[in-house]
C-alpha cells in the first residue's frame, strides 16, 4: 500500500474522511556527544537495505540521564528526519499513543493526532521516552506497529492507518525500579537493544563543557572527577546530574559573588542528597558495586572544596 506524504506545513489531515489534527515536531538543540559505536548501532537498526526489508525497532538502556534521548535525537536529526517525543507515563493510555478526542467548540469532538501517530503518517521518526512505563494495555495497541504489519488500529476514531515507508521508532528504557516489566510479545518487536552507558573522561567532560559552556576549567574538572570516580562504583550518578551540579554552582556563585568552586559541596548536597554526600566523604552507598574507589589521574582531592569559613559567610550578600 503506498502512503502519501503529508506536507511538511499541514496542521491537519483528513482520512476516510476523519480529520485529525497532528502534533508538532519538536525541534531542539540536542548534540550526541559519546562514542561512534552506540552511533552506527542505531543508524544501522533504521536503515533499509532494498524495497523487500524493514526497519528494525530498536530499545535503548540505561541510566536516567545517561542521553538516550540526545542519542535518538541526534542519529534522526543528522539523517534529517523530523523528530515526534512522546514522554510515556505509567497512566498513558492507548488512545494517548494513537488519538484522543477532544470536546471543540460547538460541542463538536475534535481528534488529536498523537506526536507517534503524526510521525508515522509524515514519514518521521518518534521517540518513545521512557517507554517500559507504560503498562502492556498500551504496548498491545502498538504490537502490529513493530512488525510487519506497521499500522495501528484507533478504536476511538475508527480508523486503521499505516505507517509511511519513512517512519522510524526508538524506545528509551530507563534501567531502574519504577517501571512495567515489558512483555515478550514486545520486547521481541523491539530490537536491537543498544545499551548506552557511561562515557569515559573525555567525553564527560566534552558534555559537560558543551551544556554548561560558561563553567570554568577548574569546576568542569572537578565535576568530571567525581563522576568518574561514581562510574567505578557503578552509582547511578549521571552527566545530566553533573550538569545539574555545575549549573548549581555557577548559580549560587552568581548570587553570592563568590567563587563557584566554594558551593560544590553544596550542589552534591541539593543535587544528588545523602548517596551524594556519603560518597564525597569517603563512604560508598548502598548497592554500589563491591570496589574500592580508584584514584583517576586528575589530582583533584575533594575534601576540602565547597568548604565556606565564616569569614567569607560574612562577606556574602545575605
Known sequence: MKIAAIPADARKVAIDGVELLLAHEDRIDMRWIGGQPLRDQLVAAWTVLGPDDLPLNPRLIGRP???????????????????????????????????????????????????????????AVCILDEANRMSEKSWASLAPLLDRRRYVESIVAGLKLHAHPDFRICCTMNDDASTYEVPEYIQSRLQPQIEVTFPTRDEEHKILKFNVPFAGE?????????????????LSFT????????????????????????????????????????FSNGIIP?????????????????????????????????
Open 65 to 123: 540521564g545517561s542521553g538516550k534521548t540526545t542519542l535518538a535525537y541526534s542519529v534522526a536529526a543528522s539523517m534529517n528526519q523530523p523528530v515526534y517525543i512522546f514522554q510515556c507515563t505509567m497512566d498513558t493510555r492507548p488512545e494517548d499513543l494513537l488519538i484522543s478526542p477532544v470536546i471543540a467548540g460547538e460541542g463538536r469532538i475534535a481528534y488529536h493526532a498523537s506526536p507517534l501517530v503524526t510521525a508515522m503518517l509524515r514519514g
Open 286 to 318: 548502598s548497592g554500589a558495586r563491591s570496589a574500592p574507589i580508584i584514584d583517576d589521574d586528575s589530582g583533584i582531592d575533594f575534601g576540602d572544596i565547597g568548604e565556606d569559613d565564616d569569614e567569607d559567610d560574612d562577606d556574602a550578600p545575605f
Open 218 to 234: 577548574e569546576l568542569i574538572e572537578l565535576t568530571v572527577a567525581f563522576l568518574q570516580k561514581a562510574h567505578q562504583l557503578d
Open 239 to 278: 552527566p545530566r546530574d553533573g550538569i545539574n551540579l555545575l549549573r548549581y554552582c555557577m548559580k549560587m556563585g552568581a548570587v553570592r559573588g563568590m567563587e563557584p568552586q566554594r558551593f560544590f559541596d553544596d550542589g552534591i548536597a541539593a543535587v544528588l542528597g545523602r548517596d551524594g554526600i556519603d
